[in-house]
């Protein structure tokens, strides 16, 4: 094929590969990015028709919204790995890469153990504390020199309205192992 400028057509046969491999690059990100805020509006319909957040609040206490907490989790799980899949389809993915998304894995991981360590045994102690009736609403209860009325147990932690009319909060584990005088 004679062209009146054959470097045009030097460029485009040098560029072609990489024009392509963008094209798919970019059709990855928008795919991903959409079904990532699907995959969210899902999950939050889902646990919004199975009550999670109710359900939370009357046994837990927690007043966070959990199913915006997972459903933006799960959104963030789907832009994670297509922008990996973005970066794969351009030849990026390298071993820089693959150590940034284990040190991310390796951070989420220990957030998670450090959140549970405190959790776990302050729901076995409230669990102890609701089945064996220790305390009560309405108590009067004394610990370690702070004393009032329990105003509230949770499974995580035990409210006591001291005489000045503060709320103090005691996390279960805390109130099962120190040594307390019941009034």
């Not at 990855?28 to 028709?49: H, P």
């Not at 089945?131 to 105003?151: A, L, N, P, R, T």
């Amino acid at each position: 094929m004679d062209s009146v400028f054959p470097w045009i057509e030097q460029v485009y046969n040098w560029l072609n590969p990489y024009l392509s491999r963008l094209a798919i690059a970019i059709l990855i990100l928008l795919i991903g990015f959409i079904l990532g805020k699907l995959a969210g509006r899902f999950v939050q319909r889902l646990l919004d028709e199975l009550s999670l957040d109710t359900a939370m609040k009357k046994t837990v206490g927690i007043k966070i919204s959990m199913a915006k907490v997972l459903s933006g989790f799960s959104a963030f799980v789907v832009y994670f790995i297509t922008v990996v899949l973005f970066l794969n389809s351009l030849g990026l993915t390298t071993v820089v890469l693959n150590v940034v998304s284990i040190a991310v894995i390796v951070l989420i991981v220990i957030s998670i153990a450090l959140a549970i360590r405190d959790f776990v045994p302050n729901v076995a102690a409230g669990l102890t504390i609701h089945s064996k009736q220790k305390i009560k609403v309405g108590d009067k209860i004394e610990m370690e020199g702070v004393g009032g009325k329990v105003v509230e147990v949770s499974l995580l932690d035990t409210q006591i309205r001291t005489a000045s009319g503060d709320i103090v909060f005691i996390p279960n584990a805390i109130l099962i192992k120190k040594i307390l005088k019941k009034k």
